[in-house]
């Protein structure tokens, strides 16, 4: 049998919920529910949370986690705005990517654009579950992003196929995947590239796509 491996992340309010989570999926998998186009039988092999203190601890579904117990702070994430290489980081596109400018799929993703869609994004969670208003400085945040400029990348175009049992068929999502290396003031936009890993980013991130890793 295959083994498929994800990561859930839960924002705002909705992780109070975690535990009702866990125990969702063992339940589905012990009535018999099925996954894939194919309708495929499953089990649950482990469970593990993240906690504040950076362990990952193994949990059953009769643990019941309150919301001290598993939220982690903004901050904590983010991490500091320092670099090994001062001027210059590498993003590696885990997951394919799907960017768009001029309603199209861009290729290699260029820094600007990245960082303007995370920061979107940011700003919507910020928003939505903790009633901070952010966009409003989005603009002038990303404005030295379009400075940074690529001098490496392996990023290549993909094409991944999708079943969507909602409209029952089957759609081609174009996506770029590969590790592309930026030069220039990119220090300031480390943090939310941190976050960037555990929020992905792009088009379709609720079905995996967008995931990042950063080098710096």
Not at 35 to 49: A, E, H, I, K, Q
Not at 103 to 117: K, Q
Not at 136 to 155: K, L, M, N, Y
Not at 195 to 200: A, D, M, Q, R
Request: aromatic residues 8%; glycine residues 10%.
């Amino acid at each position: 049998c295959d083994t498929l491996t994800f990561t859930v992340t839960l924002f705002g309010r909705s992780a109070q919920y975690a535990s009702d989570y866990i125990a969702a999926f063992f339940a589905a998998a012990t009535r018999g529910y099925r996954l894939g186009d194919r309708g495929g039988p499953f089990g649950v092999g482990r469970v593990s949370v993240a906690f504040p203190d950076n362990r990952w601890q193994e949990v059953s579904p009769s643990d019941r986690l309150t919301l001290d117990d598993i939220s982690l702070p903004l901050s904590q994430l983010a991490g500091p705005e320092t670099t090994s290489h001062p001027g210059r980081l590498t993003v590696e596109f885990v997951t394919p990517i799907r960017l768009k400018t001029d309603n199209h799929v861009t290729g290699s993703p260029r820094f600007g654009v990245l960082v303007d869609r995370l920061a979107d994004r940011v700003a919507r969670i910020l928003g939505t579950w903790h009633g901070i208003e952010w966009l409003e400085h989005r603009r002038e945040f990303c404005r030295d992003a379009h400075a940074v400029r690529a001098i490496s990348s392996t990023a290549r175009r993909m094409h991944v196929t999708r079943h969507s049992n909602r409209q029952r068929t089957s759609m081609d999502l174009p996506g770029v995947q590969g590790a592309v290396t930026y030069e220039g003031p990119v220090s300031a936009y480390l943090p939310i590239l941190r976050l960037g890993e555990f929020l992905h980013v792009g088009k379709n991130t609720s079905a995996g796509f967008g995931r990042i890793r950063v080098s710096a």
